[in-house]
């Protein structure tokens, strides 16, 4: 069996993001970047199954600038065998990220394509669910627990209400929640070792999909503050603020 | 210009967040019609038919709509498409797994978890857990977005009466199976919907801790919440948790109490009225957004406050 991964380079989650003055998006310039979380939850679970000799190949994919491809090592350093860098420049929506991911799906046909379940950066939730529609294959979205069967996954979704556990066949798409597993860190000797590993780059140009952005970003801004709170001194003053000034209770 | 919007239910009732889609819906176009997928699930077309703001449902009845299958509601919901200028659903787990597949085969760029209507083809949505907020313009024929259903009051669930067209099933999906619903079962307020949430962190040390949080939830008629810590260190189970990959929630008061405030938490509650921070770390983060903050330890301010709370001759439900 083979397995896609899918990764994006993201701001990293312990950046505290600031929105440009100019209202044009938020500052990446000299920011840290890494790996968006749950794509290392995707890497991390392909690499488990591998292990447990129920698949033979895993292949990273990163779709960005050239600096994306860091993501791509990061995996191959963890356990992925060869990397894919599809470069492109500027903001790439999900719909034309799942249509890249397609064209790459019908040359490489894995088994099963796994990513996290959302970016950090725009908090869209999409391309996971979009690559499934255009292939026609089941997804399993949320992925808190995977268990490879012979020719079918059982997963369990985080939803609202709780868990939810259905089947997919294979071919299928995952997208992986936090909880699925803990990533590994990438040893010194399999950092060194990675940079060997085989990474193809590729022009989104010359895959034929069109990523020209369809919805326009008017502007960004701050998100309304909070007015300044007060400490209080103990639980009577809390509760005599919450039931006299904010009465809330 | 019409909208369909997907409800989301049970096969006996409409979820509570479908009617807080229909007030986002109807700003975007007064002709707005729901669709109901389901099976057995009459009291669900009539009680969207109810909904004052809704002009028509369509009521679609088929036992491959027992549960909730994105690859089964799909193909329903693509041979409605045609006539429709948007597609809207909730931004819940149930929202998010269903409408990018419709997306991407209607060719459209979806917009989600929009937290305001600006126009019909212009939105203001959270980017990077709520730390930006981004206007956006869809420039697709036909636009495909999902709610964010706490930016939003509920509709009202009475005084309509549309009319309810029956049609038919879409093709069964051969490739995916339900199998089970862990659901857990609460006499509490719903997360999401809650007046009040009182929600316990890595402070609380344990799951036999969250007593303490219990019995104020109790008092107080309050759902219980948990940030991601907290859910991971297995305290607590994962419907509980707050924050950019769990529940979005906007109470009017909202406790935390041993969550020292990661960005990602915040994601989840900083819109909330009024908050309240319980920590013993006063420079946690979680006391920046705090209305009242209390910096004491957990285990004594926890007792303490049950006991005030006691004291109260009312407490509003």
Redesign the interface.
């Known amino acids: 069996m083979k397995i896609l991964v899918a990764v994006k380079r993201v701001i990293d989650y312990n950046v505290q993001v600031r929105v440009k003055e100019d209202g044009t998006g938020v500052v990446t310039d000299n920011v840290k970047m890494s790996t968006n979380p749950p794509d290392d939850n995707a890497v991390e679970e392909a690499v488990k199954i591998k292990e447990s000799g129920k698949a033979k190949e895993i292949v990273a994919i990163t779709i960005g600038e050239e600096k994306a491809q860091e993501t791509v090592r990061k995996a191959l350093a963890v356990g992925a065998d060869r990397g894919i860098h599809v470069k492109v420049e500027g903001i790439v929506e999900p719909l034309a990220v799942s249509k890249i991911l397609q064209k790459i799906v019908d040359k490489e046909k894995p088994d099963l394509v796994f990513m996290g379940k959302q970016a950090i950066d725009d908090d869209c939730n999409q391309t996971g669910q979009m690559l499934a529609a255009l292939l026609g294959w089941p997804q399993a979205t949320f992925a808190s627990k995977i268990n490879v069967k012979d020719s079918a996954l059982e997963v369990t979704r985080e939803v609202d209400e709780g868990l939810e556990t259905i089947e997919v066949n294979i071919p299928a798409i995952v997208t992986c929640d936090l909880r699925l597993n803990e990533p590994r860190y990438a040893s010194l000797p399999n950092i060194m070792k990675a940079k060997k590993k085989p990474l193809e780059q590729i022009n989104a140009s010359d895959l034929g999909v069109d990523t020209k952005a369809r919805i326009e970003q008017i502007k960004v801004e701050e998100p309304p503050k909070r007015k300044a709170g007060i400490k209080v001194a103990n639980v009577s003053e809390l509760v005599q603020k919450l039931k006299n000034e904010a009465k809330v209770i | 210009m019409s909208v369909l919007l997907i409800a989301e239910h049970n096969n006996k009732e409409l979820k509570p967040f479908t009617y807080n889609a229909v007030s986002a819906a109807s700003k975007i176009d007064e002709d707005l019609h729901i669709l109901v997928l389901g099976n057995k699930s009459e009291t669900v077309a009539k009680s969207a038919s109810e909904i004052p703001n809704v002009k028509k449902v369509i009521h679609v009845d088929n036992e491959i709509y027992e549960n909730f299958?994105?690859?089964n509601y799909?193909s329903a919901i693509i041979k409605h498409a045609d006539t429709y200028s948007h597609i809207v659903c909730s931004a819940?787990?149930?929202g998010?797994?269903?409408?990018?597949?419709?997306?991407?085969?209607l060719?459209?760029?979806?917009?989600?978890?929009i937290i305001k209507v600006i126009s019909a083809d212009?939105f203001l949505r959270?980017?990077?857990?709520?730390?930006?907020?981004?206007?956006?313009?869809?420039?697709?024929k036909k636009k495909c977005i999902t709610i964010r259903p706490t930016s939003f009051e509920p509709a009202p669930a009475t005084g309509g009466s549309a009319e309810i067209v029956k049609s038919e099933a879409g093709e069964a999906?051969?490739?995916?199976?339900?199998?089970?619903?862990?659901?857990?079962k609460s006499d509490r307020p719903e997360l999401?919907t809650a007046r009040?949430v009182i929600s316990g962190g890595r402070g609380m040390q344990n799951s036999e801790n969250f007593k303490l949080i219990s019995a104020i939830a109790d008092k107080?008629n309050a759902a219980i919440g948990a940030s991601?810590a907290a859910?991971?260190a297995g305290y607590i189970?994962?419907?509980h948790q707050v924050g950019?990959?769990g529940?979005v929630v906007v109470p009017?008061?909202y406790i935390a109490v041993g969550i020292s405030g990661a960005?990602?938490h915040l994601a989840g509650m900083?819109e909330s009225?009024?908050?309240?921070a319980i920590n013993k770390d006063?420079e946690a983060p979680i006391?920046s957004?705090?209305?009242?903050?209390?910096?004491?330890d957990l285990f004594e301010?926890l007792p303490?406050?049950l006991e005030?709370?006691n004291k109260?001759n009312t407490?509003?439900k």
């Open positions: 299958i994105a690859e799909t819940n787990t149930f998010k797994n269903l409408m990018p597949r419709i997306a991407a085969l060719d459209t760029s979806q917009v989600s978890d212009t959270p980017i990077y857990a709520g730390n930006a907020f981004a206007t956006v313009k869809s420039n697709d999906f051969k490739n995916s199976k339900f199998v089970k619903r862990e659901e857990i999401g009040i107080l991601r859910v991971d189970t994962n419907d950019q990959t529940k009017d008061l960005i990602q900083k009225k009024i908050i309240v006063g006391f957004v705090a209305d009242y903050g209390l910096e004491a301010a303490q406050f005030e709370l109260l407490i509003q």
